[in-house]
T-cell receptor, first 118, second 114 residues
């Protein structure tokens, strides 16, 4: 079973609108961290936001927020007021505290390609 | 403060050739990682070093070796390159070894094996 599932291969959004990128995860470990990374066409991986499994509040970083629904095992990224520069591939990732020898491995989803239209 | 740097940026190898990918970080991070990114596959962990002096296998270690030269540097070696190793390779580092620490990535090395 996949640990991280991103069901949207591609998404389109109009400039200045909000967009939600979906991510569901699978773990039996009570301790884990969820991360979102942005990969623009230039190729580098840029850290956006982090949510810990014990965090009571949803994480926010500027225009990025993470809609964390623990019972549903989802960690959706919300980008408010989209900008043309937000066009990129977005990866959801999980790092488990300890699970049968995973040793804090960071597992990535396959990504969602976001295109922001003017 | 350059963050994580990788050399080279691009490389073409013939099957059977060897090469070493270099990675260095200037953030005084304890943990370092090597990933490969293939189309439609996301990133997969090859090897990691939780702290200076230790290394361990990740998800796809076959065909690779690593050396944690010191706290700053973590190299990845392909002893006998194969076409299946054509990929983009990313080095990353994190402050420490634990699930709360985000990883910072280098710019990547695009490797083609013919």
């Amino acid at each position: 079973a996949q640990k991280i599932t991103q069901t949207q291969p591609g998404m389109f959004v109009q400039e200045k609108e909000a967009v939600t990128l979906d991510c569901t995860y699978d773990t039996s470990d009570p301790s884990y961290g969820l991360f979102w990374y942005k990969q623009p066409s230039s190729g580098e991986m840029i850290f956006l936001i982090y949510q810990g499994s014990y965090d009571q509040q949803n994480a926010t970083e500027g225009r990025y927020s993470l809609n964390f629904q623990k019972a549903r095992k989802s960690a959706n990224l919300v980008i408010s007021a989209s900008q043309l520069g937000d066009s990129a591939m977005y990866f959801c990732a999980m790092r488990e505290g300890y699970s049968g020898g995973s040793n804090y491995k960071l597992t990535f989803g396959k990504g969602t390609l976001l295109t922001v239209n003017p | 403060n350059a963050g994580v740097t990788q050399t080279p940026k691009f490389q073409v190898l013939k099957t059977g050739q060897s090469m070493t990918l270099q990675c260095a970080q200037d953030m005084n991070h304890n943990s370092m990682y090597w990933y490969r990114q293939d189309p439609g596959m996301g990133l997969r962990l090859i090897y990691y070093s939780a702290s200076e002096g230790t290394t361990d296998k990740g998800e796809v270690p076959n065909g690779y070796n690593v050396s944690r030269l010191n706290k700053r540097e973590f190299s990845l070696r392909l002893e006998s390159a194969a076409p299946s190793q054509t990929s983009v390779y990313f080095c990353a580092s994190s402050e420490d070894w634990g699930f709360t620490y985000e990883q910072y990535f280098g710019p990547g090395t695009r490797l083609t094996v013919t």
